[in-house]
């Protein structure tokens, strides 16, 4: 049981607002590291707020790389002066706290340097699998060891690297932007293959930074020796934390709810259609593009929900929104199913049975699978007291779902959604009718 004081969520009868949202993480993260590595300073406005990617401009500073944040409310701009390539060794570990995106994409970069580092990170962050990236950067010329079961601490011996043919067992965008990273420092051509199509926020980030790369079905290709240069613009407001917020608004029949400046990128908004597909109303907006990203504003509207079945690409495409997805399914008529999420068990905590265990606590049925679940529609939830594993995303869903539970649902350990929103219960609030 965790020792800080449980955020406590009461029922809701609606949800109505208009807002803004922190920069999308994954962005954050892949624009720091390019911005570290290019020619210039770049100026970004709207960075995510989250200390994941405070973790990374940390750890780039770490390498030698100044940058400046400045504050203004709850909005985060960044002032990175860029190394043109010229990375210094650490004089520290690297601490990437609890973020998976840092250590895998930043060992990319690592590998290519002519020193060597070492990366670490939290307890959760310990327990995660690291020979997805290991393996291709071995197999470009790095030297990396890890701890038991190839889990972090990394530590990681640069080299001259060589470009490799690399087809990624597992579908991760992480593991692609980690091998794509390493190859601007490989000499010739480094090729990542993929069956299931994952958030392409690497190769619209290395093109808008200027380097050339091209995609092709499911195959991307880089040349390594290509320069960077800085960039000026925002980040779209992250989909995934948007998630949390348009299912609160689902819950509840005439909630009205409008988020602007938001990231809908098409491999991120899948989470749109199946929205559309539970019935509530989606409207998206004023589109524009923002260094090749997609942003727009979205407005929903509550109504009664049917149920999904959500397996194969989907799943991928969602892997984030599952979490949140799964605690509103009580709440829906048909159900919500969830297969090959088999990769959700390596998350920031194992969502499969953090979430299992948190919908069986407020009295809902659940079956399990070792590739997901599935909960049956129609069910109400009574308020508990849940954990939050020590996981952002898990306490985030279960204080939606808790809005519309009979009685208070008590949240341990729920600071820890500050891992990618800071604001979120205070935002949440704001937006609640009661
Ligand atoms: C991310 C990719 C996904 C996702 C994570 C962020 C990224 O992880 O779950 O939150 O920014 O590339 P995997 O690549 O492990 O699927």
Request: charged letters at 25%.
């Amino acid at each position: 049981m965790s020792e800080e004081p449980a955020v406590v969520i009461h029922p809701a009868k609606n949800i109505e607002g208009g807002i803004r949202l922190p920069g999308d993480k994954s962005i954050s993260h892949r624009y720091a590291m390019l911005a570290a590595l290019a020619e210039g300073t770049t100026r970004l406005d709207n960075f995510s707020t989250g200390k994941d990617c405070a973790s990374t401009l940390d750890c780039l500073r770490n390498l030698g790389c100044r940058s400046e944040t400045t504050r203004k409310g709850e909005t985060l701009s960044v002032e990175i002066h860029g190394t043109g390539m010229n990375l210094q060794a650490p004089q520290n570990v690297l601490n990437c706290g609890n973020s998976g995106s840092t250590i895998r994409m930043m060992s990319g970069i690592l590998a290519g340097q002519a020193f060597e580092s070492e990366m670490t990170g939290d307890e959760s962050l310990s327990r995660r699998p690291m020979a997805r990236v290991m393996k291709p950067l071995a197999e470009m010329g790095a030297t990396i060891t890890a701890a038991e079961g190839n889990r972090p601490p990394l530590r990681i011996r640069g080299a001259k690297l060589h470009g490799i043919d690399y087809a990624m067992p597992v579908a991760s965008a992480q593991v692609e932007a980690c091998v794509l990273f390493a190859g601007l420092f490989a000499e010739g051509e480094t090729v990542v293959r993929s069956r299931i199509r994952t958030r392409d926020h690497t190769e619209l980030a290395l093109r808008a930074f200027g380097a050339e790369i091209t995609r092709n079905m499911g195959e991307v290709r880089i040349l390594g020796g290509q320069r960077l240069r800085a960039i000026e613009g925002g980040v779209p407001g992250d989909i995934s934390t948007s998630a949390f917020f348009l299912c609160a608004a689902a819950l509840f029949p005439g909630s009205q709810l409008a988020i602007d400046s938001l990231g809908l990128n098409p491999t991120r908004a899948r989470l749109l259609d199946i929205l559309v597909q539970l019935g509530v109303k989606i409207r998206v907006t004023q589109l524009e593009e923002l260094n090749g990203e997609l942003v727009g504003t979205v407005q929903a509207e509550g109504g009664p929900l049917k149920g999904s079945k959500i397996s194969g690409g989907d799943t991928a495409a969602l892997i984030d929104e599952i979490p949140i997805l799964a605690a509103i399914a009580p709440y829906t008529a048909d159900g919500i199913e969830i297969r090959d999420a088999g990769e959700l068990r390596v998350k920031e905590s194992d969502r499969i049975t953090s979430i299992v265990g948190n919908l069986r606590a407020m009295g809902a049925e659940v079956e399990e699978f070792p590739d997901g679940l599935r909960i049956p529609g129609g069910q109400s939830l009574r308020g508990a007291r849940i954990g939050s594993f020590d996981d952002h995303r898990i306490a985030m869903a279960f204080a939606v779902a808790g809005l519309r539970a009979e009685g208070e649902t008590e949240i341990e350990g729920a600071e820890c959604a500050s891992i990618s929103f800071p604001g979120f219960f205070d935002l949440l609030e704001s937006l609640v009718r009661r």
